[in-house]
Protein backbone atom coordinates (compact mmCIF):
# COMPACT_ATOMS: atom_id res chain seq x y z
CA UNK A 1 0.00 0.00 0.00
CA UNK A 2 1.22 3.47 -1.05
CA UNK A 3 0.59 6.69 1.14
CA UNK A 4 -1.69 7.76 -1.74
CA UNK A 5 -4.18 5.07 -1.04
CA UNK A 6 -4.66 6.24 2.96
CA UNK A 7 -6.76 8.77 3.51
CA UNK A 8 -5.49 12.44 4.10
CA UNK A 9 -4.59 13.60 7.00
CA UNK A 10 -6.04 16.99 8.34
CA UNK A 11 -2.49 18.80 8.06
CA UNK A 12 0.34 18.65 6.23
CA UNK A 13 3.40 19.93 6.63
CA UNK A 14 5.94 20.80 4.13
CA UNK A 15 9.51 21.37 5.49
CA UNK A 16 12.06 21.80 2.57
CA UNK A 17 15.57 20.38 3.84
CA UNK A 18 18.79 21.37 2.38
CA UNK A 19 21.87 20.38 4.30
CA UNK A 20 20.56 20.14 7.49
CA UNK A 21 21.62 16.59 8.89
CA UNK A 22 22.35 18.30 12.10
CA UNK A 23 19.19 19.38 12.82
CA UNK A 24 16.44 17.90 10.95
CA UNK A 25 15.66 14.75 13.67
CA UNK A 26 15.87 17.01 16.45
CA UNK A 27 13.24 19.61 14.17
CA UNK A 28 10.89 16.83 13.48
CA UNK A 29 10.90 15.50 16.98
CA UNK A 30 10.02 18.69 18.03
CA UNK A 31 7.39 19.02 15.73
CA UNK A 32 5.26 16.05 16.40
CA UNK A 33 6.04 16.68 19.74
CA UNK A 34 4.41 19.86 19.24
CA UNK A 35 1.95 19.36 16.78
CA UNK A 36 0.59 15.79 18.63
CA UNK A 37 -1.79 17.40 21.39
CA UNK A 38 -2.92 20.21 18.70
CA UNK A 39 -3.63 18.01 15.63
CA UNK A 40 -2.52 14.35 15.89
CA UNK A 41 -3.77 13.79 12.38
CA UNK A 42 -0.78 15.07 10.70
CA UNK A 43 1.80 14.47 8.39
CA UNK A 44 4.97 15.73 7.79
CA UNK A 45 6.79 15.81 4.02
CA UNK A 46 10.34 16.78 4.19
CA UNK A 47 11.49 17.52 0.73
CA UNK A 48 15.34 17.06 0.42
CA UNK A 49 16.32 19.65 -1.83
CA UNK A 50 19.36 17.57 -3.13
CA UNK A 51 21.37 17.81 0.16
CA UNK A 52 24.42 16.90 0.13
CA UNK A 53 24.52 15.36 3.26
CA UNK A 54 23.00 12.90 5.09
CA UNK A 55 20.03 14.63 5.78
CA UNK A 56 18.06 11.81 3.64
CA UNK A 57 18.79 9.18 5.69
CA UNK A 58 18.37 11.31 9.23
CA UNK A 59 14.97 11.80 7.94
CA UNK A 60 14.50 8.36 6.68
CA UNK A 61 15.49 6.63 10.48
CA UNK A 62 13.10 9.32 11.84
CA UNK A 63 10.26 7.80 9.49
CA UNK A 64 10.97 4.97 10.68
CA UNK A 65 9.84 5.57 14.13
CA UNK A 66 6.97 7.65 13.08
CA UNK A 67 4.86 6.72 9.71
CA UNK A 68 3.76 10.51 9.84
CA UNK A 69 6.99 11.38 8.35
CA UNK A 70 8.11 10.61 4.41
CA UNK A 71 10.47 12.07 2.53
CA UNK A 72 10.24 13.46 -1.10
CA UNK A 73 13.91 13.50 -2.43
CA UNK A 74 14.77 15.84 -5.44
CA UNK A 75 16.92 14.62 -8.40
CA UNK A 76 19.56 17.77 -7.13
CA UNK A 77 19.84 21.25 -5.39
CA UNK A 78 17.05 23.06 -7.45
CA UNK A 79 16.57 26.10 -4.31
CA UNK A 80 14.23 26.60 -1.71
CA UNK A 81 10.89 27.75 -4.13
CA UNK A 82 11.08 24.27 -6.02
CA UNK A 83 11.36 22.83 -2.59
CA UNK A 84 7.98 24.64 -1.85
CA UNK A 85 6.56 24.01 -4.59
CA UNK A 86 7.17 20.32 -4.44
CA UNK A 87 6.16 19.59 -0.99
CA UNK A 88 2.52 21.83 -1.98
CA UNK A 89 2.54 18.89 -4.78
CA UNK A 90 3.24 16.12 -2.10
CA UNK A 91 1.13 17.54 0.44
CA UNK A 92 -2.06 15.60 1.23
CA UNK A 93 -3.57 17.60 3.77
CA UNK A 94 -7.06 19.49 4.21
CA UNK A 95 -4.29 22.52 5.63
CA UNK A 96 -0.57 22.84 4.72
CA UNK A 97 2.13 24.17 6.58
CA UNK A 98 5.13 25.34 5.49
CA UNK A 99 7.57 26.35 7.18
CA UNK A 100 11.29 26.06 7.77
CA UNK A 101 13.34 22.67 8.60
CA UNK A 102 16.18 25.00 10.83
CA UNK A 103 13.04 25.75 13.08
CA UNK A 104 13.90 29.65 12.54
CA UNK A 105 10.14 29.30 12.36
CA UNK A 106 9.12 28.64 15.60
CA UNK A 107 7.10 25.65 16.54
CA UNK A 108 5.27 27.82 19.04
CA UNK A 109 2.96 29.85 16.76
CA UNK A 110 1.67 26.80 14.79
CA UNK A 111 -0.74 26.20 17.67
CA UNK A 112 -2.33 29.57 17.35
CA UNK A 113 -2.12 29.41 13.05
CA UNK A 114 -3.97 25.95 13.26
CA UNK A 115 -6.34 27.47 15.44
CA UNK A 116 -6.87 30.50 13.00
CA UNK A 117 -7.18 28.42 10.19
CA UNK A 118 -10.00 26.28 12.10
CA UNK A 119 -11.79 28.94 12.85
CA UNK A 120 -12.11 29.82 8.66
CA UNK A 121 -9.28 31.68 7.66
CA UNK A 122 -7.77 30.10 4.55
CA UNK A 123 -4.03 31.96 4.64
CA UNK A 124 -2.64 32.35 8.00
CA UNK A 125 1.07 34.27 7.34
CA UNK A 126 3.44 34.54 9.99
CA UNK A 127 5.08 37.48 10.45
CA UNK A 128 8.54 38.48 11.25
CA UNK A 129 8.13 41.18 14.17
CA UNK A 130 11.55 41.57 14.93
CA UNK A 131 14.83 40.86 13.03
CA UNK A 132 16.73 40.00 16.06
CA UNK A 133 20.73 39.21 15.51
CA UNK A 134 20.71 39.10 11.87
CA UNK A 135 23.53 41.49 10.57
CA UNK A 136 22.89 44.92 9.41
CA UNK A 137 23.31 44.42 5.94
CA UNK A 138 20.72 41.38 5.28
CA UNK A 139 18.19 43.52 7.16
CA UNK A 140 18.59 46.80 5.06
CA UNK A 141 18.63 44.77 1.66
CA UNK A 142 15.79 42.58 3.24
CA UNK A 143 13.89 45.69 3.96
CA UNK A 144 14.56 47.81 0.74
CA UNK A 145 13.27 44.19 -1.65
CA UNK A 146 10.12 44.34 1.27
CA UNK A 147 9.40 47.66 0.31
CA UNK A 148 9.81 47.73 -3.53
CA UNK A 149 8.13 44.41 -3.53
CA UNK A 150 5.19 45.92 -1.37
CA UNK A 151 5.23 49.37 -4.40
CA UNK A 152 5.13 46.67 -7.22
CA UNK A 153 3.05 44.21 -5.80
CA UNK A 154 0.62 46.48 -3.83
CA UNK A 155 0.44 44.52 -1.13
CA UNK A 156 2.12 45.12 2.27
CA UNK A 157 5.42 42.59 2.78
CA UNK A 158 7.04 44.39 5.21
CA UNK A 159 8.33 40.99 7.59
CA UNK A 160 7.16 38.49 5.42
CA UNK A 161 7.71 34.96 5.51
CA UNK A 162 7.33 31.51 4.00
CA UNK A 163 6.34 30.51 7.12
CA UNK A 164 2.45 29.95 6.40
CA UNK A 165 -0.42 28.18 7.38
CA UNK A 166 -2.81 27.60 3.73
CA UNK A 167 -6.15 26.22 3.32
CA UNK A 168 -6.43 22.77 0.54
CA UNK A 169 -8.39 25.36 -1.73
CA UNK A 170 -5.35 27.66 -1.79
CA UNK A 171 -2.90 24.90 -2.34
CA UNK A 172 -4.65 23.69 -5.29
CA UNK A 173 -5.11 27.22 -6.34
CA UNK A 174 -1.33 27.77 -6.59
CA UNK A 175 -0.55 24.69 -7.86
CA UNK A 176 -2.61 25.71 -11.19
CA UNK A 177 -0.60 28.58 -11.11
CA UNK A 178 1.58 27.98 -14.41
CA UNK A 179 3.84 30.40 -14.37
CA UNK A 180 7.63 29.03 -13.64
CA UNK A 181 9.06 31.30 -11.91
CA UNK A 182 7.63 30.88 -8.76
CA UNK A 183 7.87 33.45 -5.91
CA UNK A 184 5.95 31.69 -2.61
CA UNK A 185 5.14 34.93 -0.63
CA UNK A 186 3.80 36.83 -3.29
CA UNK A 187 1.73 34.05 -5.01
CA UNK A 188 0.13 34.00 -1.48
CA UNK A 189 -0.62 37.22 -1.49
CA UNK A 190 -1.77 37.61 -5.20
CA UNK A 191 -3.98 34.81 -4.74
CA UNK A 192 -5.96 36.22 -2.17
CA UNK A 193 -8.59 34.64 -0.18
CA UNK A 194 -9.54 35.16 3.96
CA UNK A 195 -5.86 36.05 5.44
CA UNK A 196 -4.94 36.49 8.50
CA UNK A 197 -1.52 37.25 10.07
CA UNK A 198 0.30 36.01 13.39
CA UNK A 199 3.33 38.10 14.41
CA UNK A 200 6.60 36.04 15.18
CA UNK A 201 10.35 36.55 16.35
CA UNK A 202 13.03 34.62 13.87
CA UNK A 203 15.00 31.94 15.73
CA UNK A 204 18.50 31.30 15.71
CA UNK A 205 19.05 28.53 13.78
CA UNK A 206 18.93 24.82 15.64
CA UNK A 207 21.98 23.93 13.54
CA UNK A 208 23.87 24.49 10.67
CA UNK A 209 24.38 27.59 8.89
CA UNK A 210 22.06 29.56 6.18
CA UNK A 211 21.99 28.50 2.73
CA UNK A 212 22.14 32.25 1.53
CA UNK A 213 25.14 34.18 0.07
CA UNK A 214 24.60 38.17 -0.20
CA UNK A 215 25.09 37.69 -4.13
CA UNK A 216 22.55 35.08 -4.01
CA UNK A 217 19.76 36.79 -2.04
CA UNK A 218 20.21 40.32 -4.74
CA UNK A 219 19.82 37.47 -7.84
CA UNK A 220 16.85 36.18 -5.63
CA UNK A 221 15.41 39.64 -4.69
CA UNK A 222 15.91 40.65 -8.36
CA UNK A 223 13.97 37.83 -10.07
CA UNK A 224 11.33 38.17 -7.77
CA UNK A 225 10.37 41.70 -8.82
CA UNK A 226 10.99 41.10 -12.30
CA UNK A 227 8.65 38.35 -12.09
CA UNK A 228 5.92 40.27 -10.20
CA UNK A 229 6.15 43.89 -12.27
CA UNK A 230 6.80 44.98 -15.85
CA UNK A 231 7.66 48.37 -14.21
CA UNK A 232 11.11 48.62 -15.84
CA UNK A 233 9.95 48.42 -19.11
CA UNK A 234 7.28 50.78 -18.98
CA UNK A 235 10.08 52.85 -17.17
CA UNK A 236 11.75 53.10 -20.72
CA UNK A 237 9.18 54.04 -22.49
CA UNK A 238 8.39 56.87 -20.11
CA UNK A 239 12.03 57.82 -20.57
CA UNK A 240 11.84 57.93 -23.95
CA UNK A 241 8.48 60.27 -24.26
CA UNK A 242 9.95 62.73 -21.90
CA UNK A 243 13.07 62.82 -24.19
CA UNK A 244 10.85 63.24 -27.12
CA UNK A 245 8.87 66.45 -25.51
CA UNK A 246 12.51 67.95 -24.72
CA UNK A 247 13.53 67.21 -27.90
CA UNK A 248 10.35 69.16 -28.94
CA UNK A 249 11.36 72.32 -27.00
CA UNK A 250 14.77 72.19 -27.93
CA UNK A 251 13.89 71.97 -31.29
CA UNK A 252 11.88 74.99 -31.15
CA UNK A 253 14.54 77.46 -29.42
CA UNK A 254 17.22 75.85 -31.98
CA UNK A 255 14.62 76.69 -34.80
CA UNK A 256 13.99 80.20 -33.12
CA UNK A 257 17.72 80.99 -33.08
CA UNK A 258 18.22 79.93 -36.96
CA UNK A 259 15.65 81.99 -37.95
CA UNK A 260 16.53 85.56 -35.79
CA UNK A 261 20.34 84.86 -37.66
CA UNK A 262 21.91 84.04 -34.10
CA UNK A 263 22.80 79.99 -35.49
CA UNK A 264 26.40 79.24 -36.46
CA UNK A 265 25.68 77.81 -40.24
CA UNK A 266 24.83 73.91 -40.60
CA UNK A 267 24.45 73.43 -36.76
CA UNK A 268 20.73 73.74 -36.94
CA UNK A 269 21.00 70.92 -38.91
CA UNK A 270 22.81 68.86 -36.93
CA UNK A 271 21.06 69.14 -33.60
CA UNK A 272 17.56 68.95 -35.33
CA UNK A 273 18.39 65.68 -36.88
CA UNK A 274 20.01 64.28 -33.29
CA UNK A 275 16.91 65.72 -31.61
CA UNK A 276 14.69 63.50 -34.07
CA UNK A 277 16.79 60.32 -34.31
CA UNK A 278 17.20 59.84 -30.72
CA UNK A 279 14.00 61.40 -29.38
CA UNK A 280 12.29 58.60 -32.35
CA UNK A 281 14.46 56.01 -31.67
CA UNK A 282 13.54 56.27 -27.59
CA UNK A 283 10.13 56.27 -28.68
CA UNK A 284 10.05 53.22 -30.71
CA UNK A 285 11.93 51.31 -28.28
CA UNK A 286 9.26 52.40 -25.30
CA UNK A 287 6.61 50.85 -27.79
CA UNK A 288 8.56 47.55 -28.05
CA UNK A 289 8.55 48.03 -24.37
CA UNK A 290 4.98 48.00 -23.74
CA UNK A 291 4.43 45.16 -25.78
CA UNK A 292 7.11 43.33 -24.43
CA UNK A 293 5.75 43.72 -20.59
CA UNK A 294 2.10 42.99 -21.97
CA UNK A 295 3.52 39.68 -23.45
CA UNK A 296 5.43 39.35 -20.36
CA UNK A 297 2.23 39.52 -18.28
CA UNK A 298 0.54 37.56 -20.59
CA UNK A 299 3.35 34.55 -20.88
CA UNK A 300 2.66 34.09 -17.37
CA UNK A 301 -1.14 32.70 -17.76
CA UNK A 302 -2.01 33.71 -14.54
CA UNK A 303 -6.11 32.98 -14.28
CA UNK A 304 -7.89 36.46 -14.65
CA UNK A 305 -9.46 35.96 -11.11
CA UNK A 306 -10.17 33.09 -8.75
CA UNK A 307 -13.32 32.13 -7.00
CA UNK A 308 -13.33 31.33 -3.33
CA UNK A 309 -17.03 30.39 -2.78
CA UNK A 310 -20.27 30.70 -4.82
CA UNK A 311 -23.34 31.05 -2.35
CA UNK A 312 -26.73 31.50 -2.59
CA UNK A 313 -29.87 32.37 -0.32
CA UNK A 314 -30.33 29.00 0.44
CA UNK A 315 -26.75 29.03 2.13
CA UNK A 316 -27.45 31.78 4.30
CA UNK A 317 -28.64 30.43 7.91
CA UNK A 318 -32.19 30.65 8.58
CA UNK A 319 -32.95 33.97 9.91
CA UNK A 320 -36.23 35.58 11.24
CA UNK A 321 -35.83 38.83 9.35
CA UNK A 322 -36.09 38.90 5.87
CA UNK A 323 -32.86 40.46 4.21
CA UNK A 324 -32.62 43.15 2.38
CA UNK A 325 -30.60 43.65 -0.75
CA UNK A 326 -28.62 41.34 -2.56
CA UNK A 327 -26.70 37.91 -1.34
CA UNK A 328 -23.22 38.57 -2.14
CA UNK A 329 -20.22 37.00 -0.34
CA UNK A 330 -20.87 39.74 2.45
CA UNK A 331 -24.18 38.55 3.32
CA UNK A 332 -23.25 35.09 3.24
CA UNK A 333 -21.75 33.19 6.26
CA UNK A 334 -18.17 33.26 6.83
CA UNK A 335 -17.03 30.78 9.28
CA UNK A 336 -15.61 33.25 11.32
CA UNK A 337 -16.72 36.92 11.21
CA UNK A 338 -14.22 38.85 12.83
CA UNK A 339 -11.71 40.25 9.68
CA UNK A 340 -8.91 41.65 10.92
CA UNK A 341 -8.53 44.40 7.62
N1 LIG B 1 16.59 25.38 1.65
C1 LIG B 1 16.27 24.54 0.58
N2 LIG B 1 16.98 24.66 -0.58
C2 LIG B 1 17.98 25.58 -0.75
C3 LIG B 1 18.27 26.46 0.33
C4 LIG B 1 17.55 26.33 1.51
O1 LIG B 1 15.36 23.71 0.69
O2 LIG B 1 18.57 25.63 -1.83
C5 LIG B 1 15.84 25.25 2.93
C6 LIG B 1 16.70 25.10 4.15
O3 LIG B 1 17.03 23.77 4.41
C7 LIG B 1 15.79 25.67 5.24
C8 LIG B 1 15.03 26.75 4.51
O4 LIG B 1 15.11 26.43 3.11
O5 LIG B 1 14.87 24.71 5.72
C9 LIG B 1 15.58 28.14 4.76
O6 LIG B 1 16.96 28.19 4.41
P1 LIG B 1 18.03 28.98 5.27
O7 LIG B 1 17.83 28.70 6.72
O8 LIG B 1 19.37 28.67 4.69
O9 LIG B 1 17.65 30.49 4.95
P2 LIG B 1 17.54 31.69 6.00
O10 LIG B 1 16.72 31.20 7.15
O11 LIG B 1 18.94 31.99 6.40
O12 LIG B 1 16.88 32.79 5.23
MG1 LIG C 1 17.06 29.62 8.26
Known amino acids: MTVTDL ?10 VYNEAQGVELALRILSEMLEPVE ?4 IVCVDDGSRDESAEHILAFAARDPRVRLAQLSRNFGKEAA ?45 EERARENPLYRAMAGT ?10 KNFRGASDFKLLDRQVVDVLRGLPERNRFFRGLVAWVG ?12 RIAGETKWSTWGLVKYSARN ?3 FSSMPLRVIAGIGFVTLIFAGLLAIQT ?9 VSGFTTVILLQLLLGGLILTSLGVIAIYLAEL ?3 VKQRPVFIIRRQATRSDLPPSPEPLAGAVTDEVAPAPAESDPE
Request: a negative charge.
Open 84 to 128: MAAGLDEARGKGVLLMDADLQHPPDVVPRMIELWREGYDVVNAVK
Open 225 to 227: LIS
Open 40 to 43: PDFE
Open 193 to 204: FRTVDVPFSVKE
Open 7 to 16: PPPKLSVVLP
Open 145 to 154: FNRLMSGVAA
Open 255 to 263: LGRYLVGEA
Open 296 to 298: FDE
